[in-house]
């Protein structure tokens, strides 16, 4: 398959046209889930008595809470947080602790700079791969410059298959990654068919190529509802000791942290094989236990920009929330405006 900016007109939307069938999707969904579970919107946790009200003006988060450990904490209940949009206290309407399928993407960079990694960083893939469960699905982008971004692998649940593509990288050329982010952005949004999505992107951080600057791609993340697990593969080297020496400039490290957070998801740097295998581990337990939270915004047709922020009640807790940002707002359809 050729590079996504070259099928852009066949495998992307624009942005107008991409959030409308979003949306079409979101109330399919509410509608399933409504038919199928009983009547209190807030169930404290317990997934079989979850309904989401028929309203896609719903603003939905899914949310992370870890204690000072960096571990998952589990049996909170919807008075147990707070939702503030641009600080202004919002009424939780649905709150569950869901597990659930997942659909995520693999974004890998097989640019030059990669090409001593690129094995390390297959192999991470796999891994990934194997650590899938029925109903999860899986794409896969090789990310060179910003003409040679590669979606090889097509969503699947074939994680046979998707193994196997992971072993056509060829490693060379510059690297684009924000508009590697982007695009496999743009892509989960219209193709996914689970409401929870992540990207999984494996890069040195060294963007010299992308055609589009940080805070475009931030815009888009807000946009949409994907959760970005980045695993930085810093430039340095090994002494005889075993230590590694890290000389990856930290511009890049900022710039992968910044991605992550925006999203809701996280940012790690893995120096070898046996650092990746609990980082695997940690992205899969963080996104089949994370809570989901709704509220029904009062400005929901303004199309602008809403800052969102998730605290504990308990002002004494040292947990640690960690969702999205913000969310930018449809805009108000004019009358007779088809």
């Not at 230590?243 to 940012?267: C, R, V």
Request: hydrophobic letters at 40%; glycine letters at 6%; one cysteine or more.
């Amino acid at each position: 398959m050729g590079a996504l900016r070259h099928n852009r007109k066949n495998l992307f939307l624009e942005p107008n046209k991409m959030r409308k069938i979003s949306l079409s999707i979101s109330l399919i969904i509410f509608l399933l889930i409504s038919t199928l579970f009983a009547q209190d919107p807030i169930n404290n946790g317990k997934t079989d008595d979850l309904v989401i009200p028929l309203d896609t003006n719903l603003v939905v988060l899914d949310l992370t809470v870890l204690d000072k450990n960096g571990n998952f904490v589990s049996g909170l209940k919807a008075e147990s947080l707070k939702v503030y949009e641009d600080k202004v206290e919002q009424k939780i309407e649905v709150f569950t602790q869901e597990s659930v399928p997942i659909s995520f993407g693999l974004v890998i960079d097989t640019s030059g700079s990669m090409r001593f990694k690129l094995p390390m960083v297959v192999n991470a893939a796999k891994e990934m791969l194997n650590r899938c469960k029925k109903g999860d699905e899986v794409f896969i982008i090789s990310m060179k410059d910003a003409q040679n971004i590669e979606l090889i692998q097509p969503f699947t649940e074939d994680f046979l298959s998707a193994t196997k593509a992971l072993n056509k990288f060829t490693p060379g050329g510059g690297t684009a990654l924000l508009d590697g982010i982007l695009d496999a952005t743009e892509y989960a949004q219209i193709k996914a068919k689970n409401r929870r999505k992540a990207l999984v992107i494996m890069s040195d951080g060294d963007d010299r190529s992308s055609s589009i600057d940080r805070d475009k791609l931030i815009n888009e993340l807000r946009a949409s509802n994907a959760q970005v697990y980045l695993l930085g593969f810093p430039e340095g080297f090994t002494t005889p000791d075993g230590k590694f020496i890290d000389y990856t400039l930290p511009k890049a490290k900022k710039l992968l942290e910044k991605i992550a957070q925006e999203s809701g998801g996280e940012t790690f740097f893995p120096t070898s094989m046996t650092e990746i295998f609990p980082i695997l581990d940690r992205i899969c337990i963080d996104l089949r236990t994370q809570y989901t939270i709704g509220y029904e915004p009062k400005d929901a047709n303004d199309g602008r920009f809403h800052s969102l922020e998730v605290k504990l009640t308990d002002k004494k807790s040292k947990y640690t929330i960690r969702t999205r940002t913000g969310y930018f707002a449809k805009k108000r359809m004019k009358e007779n405006n088809f």
